[in-house]
Nanobody, 124 residues
């Protein structure tokens, strides 16, 4: 089992920035591919970004490219999502997830463990 706890969400104005953190516990963090997703009210959960377990490979959804950056610190068992130039359309609950089977994963179904989410609200 891997436990994931997100933090760093909040209320920001359009154009603002937030840095989300996700701390993992329970297993060897470096063995897991990590990802960030979000879910807006009435919408399906959406993939945003992924960081590989090996080789520091990253992958972004089109909605995240150029504005969001995923990073990880294996010494601190933490994955981050830096979000810049936020827009009201970015309002959602943001989740981190861990996948123990793949080097990198971009689909919701591949991930084995999920955090509880952190709310991000962007006001216009």
């Amino acid at each position: 089992q891997v436990q994931l706890v997100e933090s760093g969400g909040g209320l920001v104005h359009t154009g603002g920035s937030l840095r989300l953190s996700c701390v993992a516990s329970g297993r060897t963090f470096s063995n897991y591919a990590m990802g960030w997703f979000r879910q807006a009210p009435g919408e399906e959960r959406e993939f945003l970004a992924a960081f590989s377990s090996v080789g520091e490979i990253t992958y972004y959804a089109d909605s995240a490219k150029g504005r969001f950056t995923i990073s990880r610190d294996n010494a601190k068992n933490t994955v981050f999502l830096q979000m810049n130039d936020l827009e009201p359309e970015d309002t959602a609950v943001y989740y981190c997830a861990a996948d123990g089977d793949s080097t990198i994963a971009i689909s919701l179904e591949e991930y084995d463990f999920w955090g509880q989410g952190t709310q991000v609200t962007v006001s216009s």
